[in-house]
Protein backbone atom coordinates (compact mmCIF):
# COMPACT_ATOMS: atom_id res chain seq x y z
CA UNK A 1 0.00 0.00 0.00
CA UNK A 2 1.57 3.33 -1.11
CA UNK A 3 1.22 6.41 1.74
CA UNK A 4 2.30 9.87 1.44
CA UNK A 5 3.08 12.06 4.28
CA UNK A 6 3.92 15.96 3.67
CA UNK A 7 5.97 18.27 5.85
CA UNK A 8 7.44 21.61 6.13
CA UNK A 9 4.58 24.11 5.65
CA UNK A 10 3.84 26.77 7.80
CA UNK A 11 3.26 30.41 7.87
CA UNK A 12 5.82 32.83 5.80
CA UNK A 13 5.97 36.41 4.95
CA UNK A 14 5.86 37.70 1.35
CA UNK A 15 9.31 36.82 -0.26
CA UNK A 16 10.25 34.17 2.86
CA UNK A 17 11.10 30.05 1.42
CA UNK A 18 9.84 27.14 2.80
CA UNK A 19 10.60 23.53 1.57
CA UNK A 20 8.56 20.94 1.66
CA UNK A 21 9.07 17.09 2.07
CA UNK A 22 7.08 13.95 1.07
CA UNK A 23 8.05 10.74 2.45
CA UNK A 24 6.45 7.68 0.39
CA UNK A 25 6.31 4.15 1.35
CA UNK A 26 5.20 1.01 -0.78
CA UNK A 27 5.76 3.39 -4.17
CA UNK A 28 8.50 2.30 -6.12
CA UNK A 29 10.75 5.23 -7.37
CA UNK A 30 12.04 5.11 -11.16
CA UNK A 31 9.00 4.31 -12.52
CA UNK A 32 6.46 7.08 -13.16
CA UNK A 33 5.39 9.97 -11.75
CA UNK A 34 4.83 12.37 -8.69
CA UNK A 35 3.90 15.80 -8.16
CA UNK A 36 2.78 18.67 -6.33
CA UNK A 37 -0.52 20.14 -6.20
CA UNK A 38 -2.14 23.05 -4.18
CA UNK A 39 -5.31 23.90 -3.49
CA UNK A 40 -6.80 27.12 -1.84
CA UNK A 41 -10.74 28.02 -0.50
CA UNK A 42 -12.78 27.89 -3.61
CA UNK A 43 -10.14 26.87 -6.21
CA UNK A 44 -9.79 23.98 -8.00
CA UNK A 45 -6.54 21.50 -7.33
CA UNK A 46 -3.62 22.72 -9.23
CA UNK A 47 -1.02 21.33 -10.55
CA UNK A 48 2.58 22.88 -9.33
CA UNK A 49 5.18 20.83 -10.23
CA UNK A 50 5.81 17.18 -11.34
CA UNK A 51 8.86 15.11 -11.93
CA UNK A 52 9.37 11.57 -13.47
CA UNK A 53 11.01 9.54 -11.20
CA UNK A 54 12.73 7.40 -13.59
CA UNK A 55 14.66 10.25 -15.27
CA UNK A 56 14.05 13.00 -13.17
CA UNK A 57 12.31 15.12 -16.11
CA UNK A 58 10.53 18.61 -14.27
CA UNK A 59 7.62 20.17 -14.98
CA UNK A 60 6.81 23.19 -13.33
CA UNK A 61 3.24 25.91 -13.18
CA UNK A 62 3.98 28.70 -15.11
CA UNK A 63 3.04 30.75 -12.25
CA UNK A 64 5.99 29.13 -10.05
CA UNK A 65 8.98 29.17 -12.77
CA UNK A 66 12.23 30.11 -11.85
CA UNK A 67 10.76 30.28 -7.78
CA UNK A 68 10.10 26.56 -7.10
CA UNK A 69 12.28 23.69 -7.60
CA UNK A 70 10.92 20.04 -7.50
CA UNK A 71 13.50 17.52 -6.67
CA UNK A 72 14.03 13.89 -4.79
CA UNK A 73 15.85 11.56 -2.53
CA UNK A 74 15.77 8.08 -4.77
CA UNK A 75 17.43 6.67 -1.45
CA UNK A 76 15.17 8.65 1.14
CA UNK A 77 11.75 7.74 -1.21
CA UNK A 78 11.79 11.14 -0.74
CA UNK A 79 10.12 13.83 -3.15
CA UNK A 80 10.93 17.52 -2.20
CA UNK A 81 9.32 21.03 -2.91
CA UNK A 82 11.54 24.11 -2.58
CA UNK A 83 9.47 27.35 -2.65
CA UNK A 84 11.63 30.84 -3.03
CA UNK A 85 9.97 34.21 -3.17
CA UNK A 86 6.84 33.01 -1.98
CA UNK A 87 3.72 35.05 -2.37
CA UNK A 88 0.75 35.13 -1.08
CA UNK A 89 -1.10 33.48 -4.01
CA UNK A 90 1.16 30.48 -3.41
CA UNK A 91 -1.31 29.82 -0.09
CA UNK A 92 -2.83 26.71 0.17
CA UNK A 93 -3.31 23.28 1.27
CA UNK A 94 0.13 21.31 -0.37
CA UNK A 95 -0.71 17.99 -1.71
CA UNK A 96 2.30 15.34 -2.91
CA UNK A 97 0.85 12.89 -5.41
CA UNK A 98 2.15 9.63 -6.90
CA UNK A 99 1.44 7.32 -10.15
CA UNK A 100 -0.38 9.42 -12.25
CA UNK A 101 -3.08 8.24 -14.59
CA UNK A 102 -3.04 10.69 -17.49
CA UNK A 103 -0.51 11.51 -20.05
CA UNK A 104 -0.47 15.15 -18.41
CA UNK A 105 1.70 15.10 -15.12
CA UNK A 106 0.41 18.49 -13.88
CA UNK A 107 -3.44 17.47 -14.06
CA UNK A 108 -4.93 15.83 -10.28
CA UNK A 109 -5.06 12.55 -11.87
CA UNK A 110 -3.13 10.22 -9.45
CA UNK A 111 -3.63 7.40 -7.56
CA UNK A 112 -2.30 8.02 -4.62
CA UNK A 113 -2.11 11.09 -2.50
CA UNK A 114 -0.81 12.50 0.40
CA UNK A 115 -3.34 14.89 3.74
CA UNK A 116 -1.12 17.50 2.58
CA UNK A 117 0.70 20.20 4.59
CA UNK A 118 -0.33 23.95 4.44
CA UNK A 119 1.22 27.37 3.54
CA UNK A 120 0.34 30.67 4.39
CA UNK A 121 1.79 33.03 2.89
CA UNK A 122 1.18 36.79 4.80
CA UNK A 123 1.85 40.20 2.83
Known amino acids: QVQLVESGGGSVQAGGSLRLSCAAS????????MGWFRQSPGKEREGVAA????????YYADSVKGRFTISQDNAKNTLYLQMNSLKPEDAGMYYCAADRRSWDPMAPTYNYWGQGTQVTVSS
Open 51 to 58: ITTGGGTT
Open 26 to 33: GYTYGTGC
